[in-house]
């Protein structure tokens, strides 16, 4: 079973900052947060992912509350291409741990 | 960029034939994967490997079997294939496992319909 909570849909404006939010509140101290997503009719690309620091990149942010249960993807300044299913997962760097997507959320960017 | 590529985009196949869906990454990653995505049901593991000849079932292996006799080639087989293998199958890899830096990178799928 997914271990993540997310939204199934969202909107937001183009232009505007998309945030998006993700539960995961019996996370363990050596799961890392992950976002990917999947853009209609390809395969899942990776955004980012953090421990418990703050994170960014060229794609988006990453910010985990201080407790580690949730976290929330920031897309600054969102486009019409980042129309897409975006997916949190959690995960651990061991052996035989492998990445287990949910339903994730459908975020539409509107013009 | 890592490029992992899948042989086939669309693919029809009758009940009963055996299928190959074959997936060649260019990274020298060490990890593949094999995922089918379903509707309502997300992405699904079935096999994945760690090594050249190594293979580990994920969470639906049953009419499946996997080989991967090369680094860089993954290939997943259908001994006879069924009407409910119809889906997107997604192949993945990643560099190395149980590092930081370990992240998916995917093909763009294979839509398989079984008639």
């Known amino acids: 079973d997914a271990k993540t909570t997310q939204p199934p849909s969202m909107d937001c404006a183009e232009g505007r900052a998309a945030n998006l939010p993700c539960n995961h509140s019996t996370i363990s101290g050596n799961e890392y947060v992950y976002w990917y997503r999947q853009i209609h009719s390809q395969g899942p690309q990776y955004i980012i992912h953090g421990l418990k620091n703050n994170e960014t990149n060229e794609m988006a942010s990453l910010i985990i509350t201080e407790d580690r249960k949730s976290s929330t993807l920031i897309l600054p300044h969102a486009t019409l291409r980042d129309t897409a299913v975006y997916y949190c997962i959690v995960r651990a760097y061991i052996y035989g741990q492998n990445f287990v997507f949910g339903p994730g959320t459908r975020l539409s960017v509107l013009p | 960029d890592v490029k992992v590529t899948q042989s086939s985009r669309y693919l029809v196949k009758r009940t009963g034939e055996k299928v190959f869906l074959e997936c060649v990454q260019d990274?020298?990653?060490?990890?593949m994967f094999w995922y089918r995505q379903d509707p309502g049901l997300g992405l699904r593991l079935i096999y994945f490997?760690?090594?050249?000849?190594?293979?580990e079932k994920g969470d639906i292996p049953e009419g499946y079997s996997v080989s991967r006799e090369k680094k860089e080639r993954f290939s997943l087989i259908l001994e006879s294939a069924s009407t409910n293998q119809t889906s997107m199958y997604l192949c993945?890899?990643?560099?190395?496992?149980?590092?930081?830096?370990?992240?998916?990178?995917f093909g763009s799928g294979t839509q398989l319909s079984v008639l």
């Open positions: 990274m020298d990653h060490e990890n």
């Open positions: 490997s760690y090594d050249v000849k190594m293979k």
């Open positions: 993945a890899s990643s560099p190395s496992r149980g590092a930081s830096n370990e992240k998916l990178f």
